[in-house]
């Protein structure tokens, strides 16, 4: 597989990526509260190598001839995105030390994590739409390893800015405890907007 190819589908990642949404909002939340961070990051990514193993292996296509089921994955994917926005705004984040203040379980951020990157039907179809398109018909690699491996290469763009996200906005707002509970406020005011606009655009 050719070289250029990578480095073409590494740009269009990188762009998707360092855009703002759902996925920013969540690291965040668990930028603020320090000790998640990891768990939290590895749910996002696994969210993302889930929809490439979907697209990779062909059910992304029949999913996508099946109205339904896209309406179905993006109900439910907004309707978590809706919850867990309401969650942030009752409780914000707010920096803690995880020797004296309870955080929640790794496993429950990184299953958070992963529900809402893998029930976000935008994460589906930019997949459906772009793999296919970065790969060669006639490379020794069969398409569906090539698309796994430019899957690979868009999971390490979102682990570096997730991570760069995450630790950023605890190194800013670890000693302003009121700024955090408002950034973390307003990252869950913009899920319920995501959910919402997933709604509107699926009975549009």
């Known amino acids: 597989m050719a070289v250029s190819l990578f480095a073409a589908f590494w740009g269009v990642s990188i762009l998707f990526v360092i855009t703002p949404g759902a ?39 029949l999913v996508t001839n099946v109205p339904i089921i896209m309406t179905i994955l993006t109900l439910a ?62 490379s020794n690699w069969s398409l569906s390893l090539q698309m796994i491996a430019l899957g690979m290469v868009h999971v390490f763009n979102c682990a570096v800015v997730y991570l760069i996200v995450a630790w950023g906005s605890r190194r800013v707002l670890q000693t302003r405890p009121k700024a955090a509970q408002r950034v973390s406020q307003i990252s869950g005011a913009l899920m319920i907007l995501i959910a919402a606009f997933l709604i509107t655009e699926s009975f549009m």
């Not at 690291?27 to 990514?45: D, E, M, Q, T």
């Not at 919850?83 to 951020?109: A, F, R």
């Not at 029930?119 to 006639?138: G, S």
Request: neutral net charge.
């Open 77 to 138: 994917g907004a309707g978590y995105l809706f919850w867990l926005g309401i969650g942030m705004i009752k409780h914000p984040s707010v920096p803690t030390s995880s020797e004296t203040k309870e955080v929640g379980t790794g496993s429950n951020w990184a299953w958070k994590g992963l529900c809402i990157s893998g029930l976000n039907p935008k994460v589906f179809l930019l997949f459906l739409a772009l793999l296919p398109q970065f790969t060669d018909p006639e």
């Open 23 to 61: 996925d920013w909002a969540y690291a965040i939340s668990a930028g603020i509260r320090g000790r998640v961070v990891l768990p939290a990051i590895a749910g996002l990514l696994s969210g993302h190598l889930l929809a490439t193993l979907i697209v990779a292996t062909g059910v992304g296509a």
